[in-house]
């Protein structure tokens, strides 16, 4: 059973606050991935990373920064957010990549002010 | 560059019936496959994949799809719907490689009449 883990589950804030998204997994994945999702639309990748210090951008542009300084947790952060930001966020883990199953937290429903 | 096309935003069946999820997918490289099933308020769920070998694969919840390279094809079955597999159904194709992530079709919302 996958094991990953996202806070908050639902996070209404207003224009200008800064928040962090929380994303973690005990697996032992090296690959971790931030996708956006807006109802009834499909997920885009915005953030991705192969492992400890490493992230790179996904295909989306996102104004939301990464980081990746233990294996487990992969935090999303908004400096200023701002209603465009209104979106679910979610956070998945892989052993590896191309034919490697991607495992999925439950999700944060973000909804700014 | 990828990408995932799902015919129909909503599919209705009746409980019994056949269930019938359309996905087309473009891909420079032969592609790796999956179908992600997503209930309300919850994240994705894999259903099933193709990577290499048998053309058809059989997924959970008696799901199966089958991978076929002259339609660029990877449609999802189910023989007879129940009520619980009302959901969002999502597509996705991987070329492999580096770390990208999958690249997702728009999803199908499937509705079981009763």
């Known amino acids: 059973e996958a094991d990953i883990y996202q806070t908050p589950r639902y996070l209404v804030i207003g224009t200008g606050k800064k928040i962090t998204l929380e994303c973690s997994q005990t697996?032992?994945?090296?690959?971790m991935y931030w996708y956006q999702q807006d109802p009834g639309m499909e997920l885009h990748l915005i953030h991705y990373?192969?492992?400890?210090?490493?992230?790179e951008k996904g295909d989306l542009s996102s104004e939301s920064t990464v980081s990746r300084i233990r294996t487990e947790h992969f935090p999303l952060t908004l400096e200023s957010a701002r209603p465009s930001h209104t979106s679910q966020y979610l956070c998945?883990?892989?052993?590896?990549?191309?034919?490697?199953?991607?495992?999925f937290g439950p999700g944060t429903r973000l909804t700014v002010t | 560059a990828q990408s995932v096309t799902q015919l129909g935003s909503h599919v209705s069946v009746s409980e019994g019936a056949l269930v019938l999820l359309r996905c087309n997918y473009s891909?420079?490289?032969?592609?790796?496959l999956f179908w992600y099933v997503q209930y309300p308020n919850q994240g994705l769920q894999l259903l099933l994949k193709?990577?290499?070998?048998?053309?058809l694969v059989k997924g959970i919840n008696g799901f199966e799809a089958e991978f076929k390279k002259s339609e660029t094809s990877f449609h999802l079955t189910k023989p007879s719907a129940h009520m619980s597999d009302a959901a969002e159904y999502f597509c996705?194709?991987?070329?492999?490689?580096?770390?990208?992530?999958?690249?997702f079709g728009k999803g199908t919302h499937l509705i079981i009449q009763p």
């Open positions: 998945a883990s892989s052993e590896g990549t191309g034919a490697y199953e991607q495992y």
């Open positions: 697996m032992g994945h090296d690959k």
């Open positions: 990373s192969y492992g400890v210090n490493s992230t």
């Open positions: 891909s420079s490289v032969p592609p790796y």
């Open positions: 193709y990577t290499t070998g048998a053309t």
């Open positions: 996705a194709v991987s070329e492999g490689g580096g770390a990208d992530g999958l690249t």
